[in-house]
């Protein structure tokens, strides 16, 4: 079966960091995209980034410079490393496999993890 | 960039058809047919619904379906069933950011 499980979410203080992952099963991560989402307590979705199967890596210009993606082949996993984090960032983290072209759809998600930022 | 458009509720009958609607611009939904949609109960995790505009996944029901003109991309979900209710988000590319925007959600209501 074809699953995503994130992990790695938690209480952090404003300015801290926190790296969370994304663990795949049924399929090898690095032959897909993968991007992560997020929704903040009582929001929509937001989408957060991407990384290709080349490696090539997006992001939404609120997390630029403070967010970063690392690939963990040999876990079959994606980690998203969050550092300078504000009460802005809270929310509900998702990763999703990217399908079709690039930019295409997401299927399947993962039931995410939830990130706090307070002191 | 900018979210895509939704109304932030939408209700219906049991039975009835029901359309959501989700407006962008020249830069995501205009241009692009890299639009899906995604139906997420709370605590779950959001499940694709419809992809380039108007494409089904394998396993979703054909009371789902969506279409496209100009820069607005529309859900139709007909034969309305109350397992039906939930949030409701449309995606598009937006090539000049090189992300992906979403919709505000739509909130779907059975009477």
């Known amino acids: 079966e074809v699953q995503l499980v994130e992990s790695g979410g938690g209480l952090v203080q404003p300015g801290g960091s926190l790296t969370l992952s994304c663990a795949a099963s049924g399929f090898i991560l690095s032959n897909y995209d993968v991007h992560w989402v997020r929704q903040a307590p009582g929001k929509g979705l937001e989408w957060v980034s991407r990384?290709?199967?080349?490696?090539?890596?997006y992001y939404q210009a609120s997390v630029k410079g403070r967010f970063s993606l690392s690939r963990d082949e040999a876990k079959n996993s994606l980690h998203l490393h969050m550092s300078s984090l504000t009460p802005d960032d809270t929310a509900v983290y998702f990763c999703a496999r990217g399908g079709g072209s690039s930019w295409n759809w997401l299927d399947p998600w993962g039931q995410g993890t939830l990130v706090t930022v307070a002191s | 960039q900018s979210a895509l458009t939704q109304p932030a509720s939408v209700s219906g009958s049991p039975g009835q058809s029901i359309t959501i609607s989700c407006t962008g611009s020249?830069?995501?939904?205009?241009?692009?047919?890299?639009v899906s949609w995604y139906q997420h109960h709370p605590g779950k995790a959001p499940k694709l619904l419809i992809y380039e505009v108007s494409k089904r996944p394998s396993g979703v029901s054909t009371r789902f379906s969506g279409s496209k003109s100009g820069n607005t991309a529309s859900l139709t979900i007909s034969g309305l069933q109350s397992e039906d209710e939930g949030d409701y988000y449309c995606?598009?590319?937006?090539?000049?950011?090189?992300?992906?925007?979403f919709g505000g959600g739509t909130k779907v209501t059975v009477l």
């Open positions: 990384i290709g199967t080349s490696g090539d890596k």
């Open positions: 995606c598009s590319y937006a090539g000049s950011s090189n992300s992906m925007v």
């Open positions: 020249r830069s995501d939904i205009g241009t692009y047919v890299l």
